[in-house]
């Protein structure tokens, strides 16, 4: 079974930055990918960015291309999400999961409990 905690998020302004991070035990984690996830209030969950275990090869939505980049620690098996450049349309509570692949946004475990982006216009 794999444990995913997630934790950075918080209150911002618009324009401003986080750095979100997700930790993840369990399983043989290098056989998947990582991606990250985000659900807004009344919205479906969706898939945002993604990363193989290598951190070569990575997958952004189109909303937030140019402003988020993922990134991966292999050896603490913690995956990262740098945020500039916040809007408020990013408010979400954002969730990291494997992936089979990092473009597949098919999540691969269970959700851990999240962490919340709040941003201030």
């Known amino acids: 079974q794999v444990v995913l905690v997630e934790s950075g998020g918080g209150l911002v302004q618009a324009g401003g930055s986080l750095r979100l991070s997700c930790a993840a035990s369990?399983?043989?984690?290098?056989?998947?990918?990582m991606g990250w996830f985000r659900q807004g209030p009344g919205k479906d969950r969706e898939f945002v960015v993604g990363?193989?275990?290598?951190?070569?090869?990575?997958y952004y939505a189109d909303s937030v291309k140019g402003r988020f980049t993922i990134s991966i620690d292999s050896r603490k098996n913690t995956v990262y999400l740098q945020m500039n450049s916040l809007k408020p349309e990013d408010t979400a509570v954002y969730y990291c999961?494997?992936?089979?692949?990092?473009?597949?946004?098919?999540?691969?475990?269970?959700w851990g409990q999240g962490t919340r982006v709040t941003v201030s216009s």
């Open positions: 999961n494997l992936l089979n692949y990092y473009y597949d946004p098919r999540p691969q475990s269970s």
């Open positions: 369990g399983r043989t984690l290098s056989t998947y990918a």
């Open positions: 990363i193989s275990w290598s951190g070569s090869s990575t």
